[in-house]
């Protein structure tokens, strides 16, 4: 727990993580807007934290993960200003709002459970929380740091001078750079709604002390965050682009309702690009994660995250999921080898065992330095080279049983516990083994009757697309043998 360091996006380092608690993790990531299904970027993102949260509950800590639904207050356009995005969309699909979201929500949930996201201990809803937002609207037109006008409430960016030391934006800066009309009831272009007045047209209002209406979008997290995790928590996390305006509207608010540090890490993760642009709805460039995985398989799109740092952009193709899926199937037959070695091996009276502790220290600080899942997998390829190096020479110089039961239990707790690739179990994985091994059989056979038939070109297809996959063929004279590349 010691070693931890997470860039803080409020202090632009690397920071030494504390939990507030000892023991115990407070984190909140701001969930989807359910008004579509989801695409590659919230693959990247929630892959991201899933495995924040994995590694924190490895290190031993209890986490609780509240990660929200956006379904009302989430307007189009700079500061805020335009259509619901629920509204819109259920207007085009002549739909109820509530008929959007719960369809989008349980395509959100179903996408993350194909992709191996454990799902957060609280899925708070922003509709499920109005009560609060009108009692934190209350609280800071009562403290003066909002005013009223024409039924809407508007936080006073004026009133807090640390606007802006999350994004490092001034507001004179925010002043010159409006793009858009503002609303004409605002005493500056920055200040953001808390609630919002809505005429008999408008499909989502409530009953508030200021007529009828509905919450601003930045007041809904503020709200679910402290209520599940108090007025201060450890971390607030969420996308590159949540950093302004919203993670910025949310500590201003949050901070003058609470007089207390609201948040005490940020974490922020870059995107999935396409051509070295972001992937996005409103640029019509994004990969629903429907369609992905219609195309590949779930596992080889997380692999494919997880070898980008989560604070990186990575840039997506046809190729680079290759490579992953071909990363993947290497770490799945080596650990399916593993297990066929633990059935077919007898405690030798001196074995040269595995010393996998510098591999775990390897593995660990690379997760202690911000989460590096790029420099952990190699720390877990570094071990699977040694393995598949044992496993290659004679049996009588293998690792013990005992041994390599270490290494695979080892490889369940980083690749399966925290990495989330994929589950090991020592049922699943000796199945797992004999099928490898039972089909590697089958095509060396098969090779050797077409190469009996003097079918060369079909015998070498074999052993290229199984060299593609990171299996070596080797022929000699007492016959053929498989080996994983190391």
């Known amino acids: 727990m010691d070693n931890l360091q997470i860039y803080n996006t409020l202090t632009r380092r690397k920071d030494k993580f504390v939990s507030l608690r000892p023991g115990f993790v407070g984190i909140y990531v701001c969930g989807p807007t359910v008004y579509s299904h989801s695409h590659l970027g919230h693959a990247k993102s929630y892959i991201s934290f899933d495995v924040i949260v994995r590694y924190l509950r490895y290190l031993g800590y209890r986490v609780r993960y509240v990660q929200n639904i956006t379904d009302v207050g989430h307007l ?9 995005r629920i509204e819109k969309q259920a207007r085009l699909e002549n739909l109820e709002p509530m008929e959007i979201v719960e369809t989008y929500s349980r395509s959100y949930f179903e996408d993350m459970d194909c992709l191996g996201v454990i799902r957060p201990n609280i899925s708070p809803r922003a509709s499920g929380h109005i009560v609060e937002q009108i009692e934190m609207t209350r609280t800071l037109l ?61 499909l989502m209002q409530w009953s508030s002390p200021w007529g009828s209406g509905y919450p601003g979008w930045h007041i809904e997290c503020s709200c679910m965050s402290t209520k599940y995790l108090g007025e201060t928590f450890d971390i607030h996390g969420g996308g590159l682009e949540n950093v302004f305006p919203h993670h910025e509207c949310e500590i201003a608010q949050s901070e003058c309702a609470f007089d207390k540090p609201f948040a005490r890490y940020w974490m922020h993760n870059n ?27 779930p596992q080889s799109i997380r692999y494919f995250v997880l070898t980008s740092h989560y604070r990186s952009p990575v840039d997506f193709s046809d190729q680079a999921l290759a490579a992953a899926e071909k990363g993947l199937k290497k770490l799945q037959v080596t650990i399916a080898r593993i297990q066929q070695a633990i059935n077919d091996q007898a405690d030798a009276k001196k074995p040269t065992n595995l010393k996998i502790e510098q591999y775990v220290a390897a593995f660990r600080a690379a997760m202690d330095d911000d989460f590096n899942t790029p420099q ?109 590349e190391s």
């Not at 189009?76 to 619901?84: M, T, Y």
């Not at 239990?409 to 980083?414: N, R, S």
């Open 271 to 297: 995107m999935i690009t396409i051509n070295g642009v972001k992937m996005s709805k409103s640029l019509n460039n994004f990969i629903s994660i429907k369609d992905a995985l219609q195309k590949y398989n």
């Open 376 to 484: 952990a997998l190699a720390a877990v390829f570094d071990l699977l080279t040694e393995v598949n190096t044992r496993l290659d020479s004679a049996q009588d110089c293998w690792p013990s049983k005992n041994n390599l039961i270490q290494v695979r239990d080892t490889l369940q707790q980083t690749v399966g516990d925290v990495l989330g690739l994929f589950p090991l179990s020592e049922e699943s994985g000796k199945k797992t083994g004999e099928k490898v091994n039972a089909i590697m059989e089958l095509l060396l056979e098969l090779r050797l009757e077409l190469r009996k038939e003097k079918k060369f070109e079909l015998s070498d297809l074999i052993r290229k697309r199984l060299d593609e996959a990171g299996i070596q063929i080797k022929d000699t004279r007492e016959g053929s043998t498989w080996q994983i």
């Open 142 to 202: 009562k403290k003066e740091f909002a005013y009223e006008t024409q039924g809407n409430v508007y936080f006073d960016v004026s009133k807090f001078p640390e606007y802006g030391k999350l994004s490092g934006r001034k507001l004179e800066e925010l002043e010159a750079g409006v793009r858009i009309e503002v609303a004409k009831d605002k005493k500056h272009p920055a200040d953001f709604a808390l609630w919002k007045a809505a005429d008999e047209r408008h």
């Open 76 to 84: 189009l356009g700079d500061f805020q200003e335009g259509e619901d």
